[in-house]
């Protein structure tokens, strides 16, 4: 696609349902990101994709916490049991490969609520 | 560790002023990128401009440019001939040189007067 496609756009949920959050990221990139961003925050890393593989999960908070990319497209990010603090903007980027000379092109993030 | 601070949550300044935001990080690598990404109300992160630490030579990209200070870990990015469209939440980011995830701070919020 022309660019990095996040559906949806905005998500309300009840506590402790679950929720799926899809990035399309740019045709071709192979390195995918995700991102969290609370209000009036930065965004904070989440985890990476290089092809089909998380290369660094180091940022997910807990075990509620999932995401997978299995044809090296379309990445998931799925939170089970959601909880009140989980409500933020989830951004996702790409970029062409994982190296540091490739810049990185974010989504319009999704909008999580939790009520 | 690496942190990064951005310690004016808000600056305002006049259509066609010069604006100076301000960025300081910590690292103990030698190798890195430091970037600044803008942030308007569609929540789609741009970047604006990315600096190598190993350059000396100060990036500009047009309007943009940046005073980067490595002894003193300081980034702070100048916006000259600011103009309305340049309203939005700017973020500084550093990337370590083997790295791919980026570390960012909290934000400024910049305002645009007519």
């Known amino acids: 696609g022309a660019g990095v496609s996040q559906t949806p756009s905005n998500k309300v949920t009840e506590k402790g349902k679950y929720v799926e959050l899809r990035c399309d990221p740019i045709?071709?990139?192979?390195?995918l990101y995700w991102y969290r961003q609370s209000l009036g925050q930065g965004p904070e890393f989440l985890i990476y994709?290089?092809?089909?593989?998380?290369?660094?999960d180091s940022g997910l908070p807990n075990d509620r916490f999932f995401a997978v990319r299995p044809e090296g497209s379309v990445s998931t990010l799925k939170i089970q049991r959601t909880e009140r603090g989980d409500s933020a903007v989830y951004l996702c980027a790409s970029s062409a490969t994982g190296t540091v000379n490739t810049e990185a092109f974010f989504g319009q993030g999704t909008r999580l609520t939790v009520v | 560790a690496q942190t990064v601070t951005q310690s004016q949550p808000e600056m305002s300044v006049q259509e066609a002023e010069t604006v100076t935001l301000s960025c300081t990080y910590d690292t103990s690598e030698s190798d890195y990128y430091l970037f600044w990404y803008k942030q308007p109300p569609s929540r789609q992160m741009i970047l604006v401009i990315r600096q190598e630490a190993y350059k000396q030579q100060n990036a500009t990209e047009n309007r943009f440019s940046v005073n980067f200070q490595k002894a003193a870990k300081s980034f702070s990015l100048k916006i000259s001939d600011s103009q309305l469209g340049d309203a939005a939440m700017y973020f500084c980011a550093y990337r370590r040189g083997y790295g791919n995830k980026l570390v960012f701070g909290a934000g400024t919020i910049l305002r645009v007067k007519s």
């Open positions: 045709s071709g990139h192979t390195a």
């Open positions: 994709f290089q092809g089909t593989g998380a290369a660094d």
